[in-house]
């Protein structure tokens, strides 16, 4: 208990204000399946007042690395003008309720939209979980990664039409009009949906007869689908039979909804708590069902550091909520310093960093050792 404390500090230190995601009341899981477990879910805290602070926790310093030459491809006039830091800092955002007014757990649709817009005119590139963790950042060049999580699975989230056509007003309606206007900024998101709650319009995005094709069509978009737990189980109050139910069974259902041998690979905790035993958020079984998680997201955090940055952990990916007090704090910090983003140098498999000197303080040392990059003397 004192060290998920400690943890829920550390995060509070970089932006992020949040230790829970409730939303509703969930049910109990098949009784012929599911451990006997409590899954209701915690009313949702007051949004606290906004970061003071971007600093990251203090690393002791590496030995400062010699420029290498131009970095393969980049001409001195490309690094000048795009400037590529991949040890920069990462936006994951997590939105729930895509619904009118503003509040601490919904974002109106106008509002969201007018996220897509300041992204996109920041040079931000939508990417998933799964490819910040395996290293796979495939973002043109002098682009910005970022991370679009969406908890809950809200019916505003995906819904469609009594004819058919998806609503305009949803998250998903949102994200492909914006993409079919901006063809270099996909309708690509992370999705983390609930299986079995007693808030209808949350179970699988509400409108029953639709969800499988409504998570299928979230992968053929270049998305992801990841886990919430089954009942939106608090993971620091179940037990290890109830934690491995919990997260293979989710994984089950959605796996077999989505087909074509889809792997679920993240996690989103519940109100953002996490057990004791994190061996268990990584593998286990339960009756005869495995999984294999590589990924799971805070409730809280601020900016991720970059997956080359000593800093993180993939199993502790911070986030910042999409509320207007954080939004505004971290669009201010990257527009006045914008050197301290991760931007991309256009190519997945190369890593490009500017020499320690030309770092920002808050990044100096905390490249991990085991890479190898291309350093360059940013100006």
């Known amino acids: 208990m004192i060290r998920r404390w400690i943890r829920g500090l550390w995060g509070l230190t970089l932006g992020g204000v949040l230790l829970s995601c409730g939303q509703g009341t969930a049910t109990q899981a098949p009784q012929t399946q599911a451990p006997t477990a409590t899954t209701t879910v915690a009313a949702s805290p007051t949004t606290a007042a906004s970061p003071t602070t971007a600093a990251s926790p203090t690393l002791a310093a ?50 969201l939209r007018k996220d897509l817009e300041w992204l996109y005119a920041n040079n ?48 998903m309606g949102i994200l492909q009009a ?28 509400g409108q029953p007869e639709l969800a499988t ?17 089954y009942t939106h189980q608090r993971l620091d109050e179940a037990d290890a039979e109830q934690i491995q139910w919990q997260l293979a069974f989710s994984i089950k259902e959605l796996e077999e909804r989505i087909g074509d041998g889809y792997k679920v690979t993240s996690l989103s905790y519940p109100l953002g708590m996490f057990p004791e035993d994190e061996s268990l958020v990584r593998e286990g079984e339960s009756e005869g069902e495995s999984y294999t ?11 991720s550091p970059s997956p080359y940055s000593q800093n993180f952990d993939p199993y502790h990916i911070r986030r910042t909520q999409a509320v207007d007090s954080q939004l505004e704090y971290w669009y201010q910090l990257f527009e006045e310093r914008p050197d301290l983003k991760f931007i991309s140098d256009g190519d997945p498999d190369t890593i ?28």
């Not at 939508?126 to 060049?141: A, G, Y």
């Not at 998101?189 to 609930?194: D, E, H, R, S």
């Not at 490009?352 to 890479?371: F, K, M, N, Y």
């Open 124 to 171: 931000f590139y939508p990417i998933t979980l799964r490819d910040l963790v395996d290293n796979n950042i495939s973002v043109p060049l002098g682009k910005s990664p970022v991370v679009l999580t969406f908890d809950d699975s809200s019916d505003g989230q995906f819904r469609y039409l009594d004819d058919g056509t998806l609503d305009p007003t949803s998250a």
């Open 352 to 379: 490009t960093v500017p020499s320690e000197e030309t770092l920002g303080e808050e990044q100096q040392g905390r490249l991990r050792p085991d890479l190898e990059v291309r350093r360059y003397e940013r100006k």
């Open 213 to 229: 094709q409504k998570l299928q069509e979230i992968v053929a978009l270049g998305g992801e689908v990841g886990t919430h737990t």
């Open 293 to 303: 998680l590589s990924a799971a997201v805070d409730v809280t955090g601020g900016a």
């Open 178 to 205: 914006f993409a079919a206007e901006h063809p270099d900024f996909p309708a690509i998101a992370v999705f983390f949906p609930l299986i079995d709650v007693d808030v209808k319009e949350r179970v699988l995005f």
């Open 62 to 111: 590496t030995a400062t690395s010699e420029a290498s030459p131009t970095p393969a491809g980049l001409s001195d006039a490309d690094l000048a003008k795009y400037a590529p830091n991949e040890i920069g800092w990462v936006l994951v955002l997590e939105y729930h309720l895509i619904e009118s007014p503003d509040a601490d757990y919904s974002r109106s649709p106008e509002n």
